[in-house]
């Protein structure tokens, strides 16, 4: 009776303490894994993942990993739900990538007003990225919206020179829509381009590696060309 009545209290105390328990599992697994592979990067965050006795760990700010609860694997790799399809690895790291809409430095943006511009989006692009000369195309069937664009040449010093050269034209919006739609390259006499290295560094500090990277009013975050449903249907939930 002893031993049962022992049983239940740790079986109530682990009920009552879930965040004690959790902090145990955190530092068993942060102990085990340096001490097995002190070769990868220090461990941000260790949390329980959707997938029943699977732990994420995150590094560097935004990259995942798993493992189970002794530490004795570790995987890299998307986690998709098969229910919804949905990629929950991917969706994650744009979480932790989220930004506050608020923040981005506007005044190094070419703003681009359509209809009553209600709505707001900010993109990075290079002016050489062939999905973001697409992305742009199928952008003019969207209505009612203010997008901010950053230049963001990182494809070479060709995409710097262009980003240069459509920064310094008498009027920015036209210069880029000119080249983007149409690849009609503006001559300019040149003027003050730090803006355009402004967005550069930026853009690495929160990690946008690729372009076009969009970011929505509420913070979220999209990266790549994706289709104008989706689109319309971020602009319009997006809350800021």
């Not at 853009?203 to 946008?208: A, D, L, N, R, V």
């Amino acid at each position: 009776m002893r031993h049962l009545q022992m049983f239940i209290a740790l079986l109530l105390s682990s009920l009552l303490l879930p965040s004690a328990w959790a902090q145990g599992e955190e530092a068993f697994i942060r102990k085990t894994l340096k001490e097995r592979m002190p070769q990868i990067s220090p461990i941000d965050e260790v949390k329980r993942a959707p997938m029943a006795g699977l732990f994420e760990l995150r590094v560097d700010g935004s990259e995942i990993f798993y493992t189970d609860a002794g530490g004795n694997f570790l995987l890299q790799g998307r986690l998709i739900d098969t229910k919804t399809q949905r990629d929950l690895t991917e969706e994650r790291i744009q979480k932790i990538l989220a930004v506050d809409f608020k923040s981005l430095p506007f005044k190094d943006a070419i703003v681009m007003v359509r209809g009553k511009g209600e709505r707001k989006m900010a993109m990075f692009e290079d002016p050489n990225c062939g999905y973001c000369k697409r992305f742009e195309r199928d952008l003019q069937s969207i209505d009612n919206v203010t997008v901010y664009l950053f230049v963001y040449p990182i494809l070479g010093k060709d995409s710097v020179d262009k980003s240069k050269a459509i920064w310094c034209a008498k009027d920015q919006a036209k210069a880029w829509q000119d080249y983007m739609l149409r690849d009609q390259v503006p001559t300019t006499s040149g003027c003050d381009t730090a803006a355009v290295k402004r967005n550069v560094d930026f853009g690495q500090k929160q990690k946008i590696s690729g372009t076009p990277t969009t970011f929505f009013a509420d913070g979220t975050r999209v990266s790549g060309a994706v289709d104008m449903a989706q689109i319309e249907k971020l602009l319009s939930s997006a809350k800021p």
